[in-house]
């Protein structure tokens, strides 16, 4: 690979990375040609670029380990309490550019691979995304371990390691089309397998009871090899751990197919075992009670659970044998974060640990169980909330499903005690749901099993105590509470807005990197002409950059002085990126009858995956690549119109384009995204945000004010009255002459003309069962997008708007959520202290 000539901006400003000292950069160059040298010697003569950057990776992995082993000493030494997150997505994206920014060696490593002749940009763009996450929710439980670890504190992520990740997405023709994401087919630098805390999973069996005691036994064993990734905190020499478990049948599977000498079936039944960390379910948002997925969820808490109780009892640095016999302390030091339900099943299976195997009376399991875990709602939607078939979990979990009917009959006469005679609200509340099939509602078992209940942003937890959980509030008022979610800026704006990070840290200093609050201090300069040209002077660089990328990935020619608006996320009917369609629909029949009228140049970006059984979905990315395909075809529309779809969208990608969005669309129904952090990226980026009172972005505008965030459409209650009142999309199908002609083009075949049928599924849907109300916000919403346009023509006032978004985005930091986290759930203190650097001698402790 030869050098590229550097930007004179990344070469020659002093930035917020600092200037690279000579001795780091020799010994990183070092380090790089030992690496590379060892691959050399190994494979052949001439370096492939993917030498290099694994060169570079275990280069800067060498700089990690050491404070790594030096974190997990420190904490052996002083025994905090430890936070231990289980979360069956982890939607970590590339790591090398992260821990080069964490390590504060990003400066040195970029000099080092200058003086070598490479540009470090092209090595980080071979590095794959660990896409082990559909979507929000696992690129949460990212930025919380980047918090975790810059806040100090012992903590812990646990996950599984899925050969195979979020599916890669190709548009073929204007569809999606899935491909398997083999993210590990060249390796993971980042891991280390650890093969001697492999750990017993058990499946099936049967009950016996044993001497008066439950007993699960002839279960069929599998077990849970770790795979260790560090996590480092930024600037504090702090490195914790996620560790990620893969499934491994046993030696002596199915051996009588070995003796009786049918090996092919052997290996087969072993391939089919080990499918449990095979494949990451490309659902989020709809439940699909399939037996390999409960089997997913059961082998991460049972290998989980054993490894956290084996770290409780072992509480000493190289100590062997239990330093903990009594469990009493056991809420003390172990604290448990339930992301979602797909952990739920932690709370059963800690009480068959507690019961069948520690001895513990069910009273005192129960207390422990309820002390130790907590529970983290992420969504409303009932589709998505999981509820296990009884006749499943008796099959693959028998011991289990006991233990269940147990904790739902003793939980129902406490219910019964405190409204006796209410039968519906004992329904309602019950663990078990009846019908013509049982079933096991697990959101209410982690209400139950809890000490803690939180929603996502103040909206969804309120909506979690009005009507979702209103029976458990009104039992447990004192366990729920609320916990906005967060980003952590060192990604979100230090690593992926270079530019505009030293353009703030020139104004305010470097302190908001840890504390994001500061940003506030930038509401002042928001006025000052001299720092508003700086900002429109990043944000233009990086649209040029993004349109590059566009010409060069997609073929399609955007104008860098148009509006960049953006809409990226998973694509489902509740976040509306059809209501985004039929914007772009009336905005090309305006173009298309006046074209001579003024218009505000657009270039409209939608990115994002449908589940691949979510039909609808797929039709809704089949007609946005069709509207697109029309429009950006059409020569009287030249370039004041583009639509690009932005395929196999990722968090790679979604660092290169945030920093250059002018416009972010968050357009859900009032009522039915639980927080969104999406919406908080762009924010610290400098785009404005169009809206609905949802989630987070209710939040957002308390902060920044109502005059700085476009808001339009029904508010919680006005769609509840609409409801209430019976809702008929028709009508105002019929009253709105542009949404009707928008709807009579999909259904005419207007943008399918060699299929003019196929979008008529989408029309009857939206005039008979509009589910998430598009015709009832699409008049607000076309008219608020035209006001985005008029302010969009003065390019000054829209500078002001856009830097106060920064200003006031210092709520929507990961650390700040994972300080409430700490304080109000698990009961640990945030510590500043930075541990020494691993060259230091004498202990942290000391230190």
């Known amino acids: 690979m030869t050098s590229k000539q550097h930007d004179s901006d990344r070469r020659k400003q002093i930035s917020i990375r600092g200037i690279a000292p000579v001795e780091n950069v020799a010994t990183i160059k070092k380090s790089f040609n030992r690496h590379l040298h060892y691959t050399l010697v190994k494979d052949r003569n001439v370096a492939t670029p993917r030498d290099y950057y694994f060169s570079l990776a275990y280069t800067v992995r060498d700089h990690l380990v050491s404070r790594w082993i030096r974190t997990q000493q420190y904490y052996y030494e002083i025994d905090p309490k430890r936070v231990y997150y289980l979360s069956l997505e982890f939607y970590m994206g590339r790591t090398l550019s992260n821990t080069m920014v964490n390590l504060g060696i990003q400066s040195s490593c970029d000099e080092a691979m200058y003086q070598l002749g490479l540009d470090i940009e092209e090595l980080e763009e071979i590095e794959q995304d660990a896409g082990l996450g559909n979507g929000g929710l696992g690129r949460l439980a990212a930025c919380f371990l980047d918090s975790m670890a810059t806040l100090g504190l012992a903590a812990y992520g646990y996950g599984i390691r899925y050969d195979y990740g979020i599916f890669a997405q ?144 072992s509480a000493t640095f190289g100590q062997s044998n239990p330093v903990r016999t009594s469990f009493d302390t056991f809420p003390d030091k172990v604290a448990i974060q339930l992301n979602d339900t797909h952990p739920s099943l932690a709370i059963p299976e800690l009480m068959r640990i507690l019961i069948d195997i520690e001895n513990l009376p069910w009273e005192k399991a129960w207390e422990l169980t309820n002390k130790t875990c907590a529970y983290t709602n992420h969504t409303v939607l009932p589709e998505a909330l999981e509820r296990w078939p009884v006749s499943l979990l008796g099959h693959v979990l028998p011991r289990h499903l006991a233990i269940l009917f147990e904790i739902n009959s003793r939980f129902l006469a406490e219910v019964a005690k405190k409204w006796p005679g209410d039968n519906d609200r004992l329904a309602r509340m019950s663990l078990v749901e009846e019908g013509p099939e049982k079933k096991i509602n697990m959101a209410n078992v982690c209400i139950v099993g809890s000490k803690a209940v939180n929603g996502v942003a103040a909206i969804h937890s309120d909506i979690l105590k009005k009507t979702t959980f209103k029976d458990f509030y009104e039992m447990f008022p004192k366990k729920f509470q609320n916990k906005t979610n967060g980003i952590t800026p060192r990604r979100w704006l230090l690593l992926c807005n270079p530019g505009l990070a030293d353009v703030i840290a020139e104004k305010i200093g470097e302190s908001w990197v840890t504390n994001l609050t500061e940003l506030r201090k930038l509401t002042p300069a928001c006025k000052e002409e001299a720092f508003l040209r700086s900002f429109m002077k990043v944000k233009q660089e990086n649209k040029m950059r993004l349109a590059q990328f566009i010409q060069t990935n997609y073929h399609i020619k955007i104008n860098p002085a148009s509006m960049y608006d953006m809409q990226v996320k998973r694509i489902h009917e509740y976040k509306r990126q059809l209501l985004n369609c039929l914007h772009m629909i009336v905005l090309y029949n305006r173009l298309k009858k006046n074209p001579q009228a003024p218009f505000v140049p657009r270039t409209i970006m939608i990115g994002g995956k449908a589940a691949p059984g979510y039909h609808l979905a797929k039709m809704i990315i089949k007609l946005i690549n069709n509207v697109g395909r029309v429009v950006n075809n059409d020569p009287i529309i030249g370039d004041r119109l583009k639509i690009v779809y932005l395929e196999n969208y990722r968090v790679s990608m979604a660092e290169r384009i945030i920093p250059a969005a002018d416009l972010s669309q968050q357009i859900s129904l009032a009522g039915t995204e639980a927080s969104g952090t999406g919406n908080m990226k762009f924010m610290l980026n400098g785009a404005l945000t169009i809206g609905t009172l949802d989630g987070a972005n209710v939040e957002m505008m308390e902060e920044m004010g109502r005059e700085n965030i476009f808001i339009f459409g029904m508010t919680v209650e006005q769609v509840e009255e609409l409801w209430r009142k019976g809702y008929n999309p028709r009508s105002y199908y019929e009253k709105d002459a542009e949404l009707k002609q928008a709807l009579d083009q999909l259904n005419s075949g207007y943008f399918s003309p060699e299929e003019p049928g196929l979008f008529c599924e989408l029309f009857n849907g939206l005039l008979n069962n509009d589910r998430f109300a598009l015709c009832a916000d699409f008049r607000a919403y076309v008219d608020c997008q035209q006001e985005v346009s008029e302010l969009f023509r003065d390019p000054m006032k829209w500078a002001v708007k856009a830097s106060l978004n920064v200003a006031s985005a210092g709520k929507f930091s990961s650390d700040r959520t994972i300080n409430e986290y700490a304080k109000d759930i698990w009961g640990v203190e945030p510590s500043n202290i930075k541990l020494p650097n691993p060259a230091d001698k004498g202990s942290a402790k000391e230190d």
């Open 170 to 313: 190709k548009i073929e023709n204007g569809w999606q089309i899935e491909e398997p994401d083999d993210w590990l087919r060249f390796g993971n630098p980042w891991e280390k397998s650890r093969p001697e805390y492999c750990l017993p999973v058990n499946f099936f069996g049967r009950v016996e009871n044993i001497n008066g005691k439950d007993k699960w036994v002839d279960t069929q064993v599998l077990f849970a090899m770790p795979f260790d990734t560090p996590i480092p905190g930024y600037g504090n020499n702090t490195v914790n751990t996620l560790r990620l478990w893969s499934c491994k049948a046993p030696n002596s599977f199915h051996l009588h197919f070995f003796n009786n000498g049918e090996y092919i079936n052997a290996v087969c039944e072993r391939n089919y075992a080990e499918n449990i960390s095979r494949v990451l379910y490309p659902n989020d948002n709809m439940f699909e009670g399939k037996e390999l997925r409960l089997k997913q969820e059961y082998f991460l808490v049972a290998a989980s659970l054993q490894d956290l109780i084996r770290r409780f009892k």
